[in-house]
């Protein structure tokens, strides 16, 4: 089946770790996002990738790094910068990043520290 | 820049009932909206999108929407809440790239 696979599903952190949250899909997408979405809030962009070897800061990017080596690949490190990073991660790829094109998501990370 | 807002955030209905919830857009162009669905701890699930056309949209589930460029809406309905719609939804504005904005989302949820 296509889509977008995120592991894992829980991961908790020490205090001044930092953590890697994978993201692969076969969607044969260029673009890929990564969003965080605090309890009973919305999305906000970390990071967006329209194709490989290229990303942008998102609003919320300071605590957090990217790569893009690979088209199905985009993991999110959630540094020790990142002062309050327990939240819920969503990763998403679209087509390309043209307007309209619909947003895929996948199941999501959650962090915890700890 | 473009923006959504979703001013109820929290609904409660009983099954059976009729649904809206409503979405407000700000953006200068045509715009390509978005309805999607999060169940807790899940990732977000499309239910429709608008291009152009038709301002009548049917998506998934039962579900419809209605463009309405006068009013700047994208209000998302359905005639019959089940007990399984209980869920989170979220309208964006599809502006490509990271200007794919959500809206801060409804709560739903279904009294037996």
């Known amino acids: 089946d296509g889509g977008i696979t995120q592991s894992p599903k829980y991961l908790f952190r020490k205090e001044g770790q930092n953590v890697t949250l994978s993201c692969e899909q076969n969607l044969n997408h260029d673009a890929m996002y990564w969003y965080r979405q605090d309890p009973g809030q919305g999305l906000r962009l970390i990071y967006y990738s329209q194709i490989v070897n290229d990303f942008q800061k998102g609003d919320i990017a300071e605590g957090y790094s990217v790569s893009r080596e690979k088209k199905e690949s985009f993991p999110l490190t959630v540094t020790s910068a990142q002062k309050n990073p327990t939240a819920f991660y969503l990763c998403?790829?679209?087509?390309?990043?043209?307007?309209?094109?619909?947003?895929?998501f996948g199941e999501g990370s959650w962090l915890t520290v700890v | 820049a473009q923006s959504v807002t979703q001013p109820d955030i929290h609904i409660t209905v009983s099954e059976g009932a009729s649904l809206e919830l409503r979405c407000n857009y700000s953006y200068g162009a045509t715009p390509y909206l978005f309805w999607y669905v999060q169940s807790p701890g899940q990732g977000l699930q499309l239910l429709l999108k608008?291009?152009?056309?038709?301002?009548l949209v049917q998506g998934i589930k039962g579900f419809e929407a209605e463009f309405k460029r006068s009013q700047s809406s994208f209000n998302l309905r359905k005639p019959s809440v089940h007990w399984s719609d209980a869920a989170e939804y979220f309208c964006?504005?599809?502006?490509?790239?990271?200007?794919?904005?959500f809206g801060p989302g409804t709560r739903l949820s279904v009294l037996p």
């Open positions: 964006a504005v599809g502006a490509g790239g990271q200007n794919f904005v």
């Open positions: 608008y291009f152009s056309g038709d301002t």
């Open positions: 998403a790829s679209s087509i390309d990043g043209a307007a309209g094109n619909t947003i895929y």
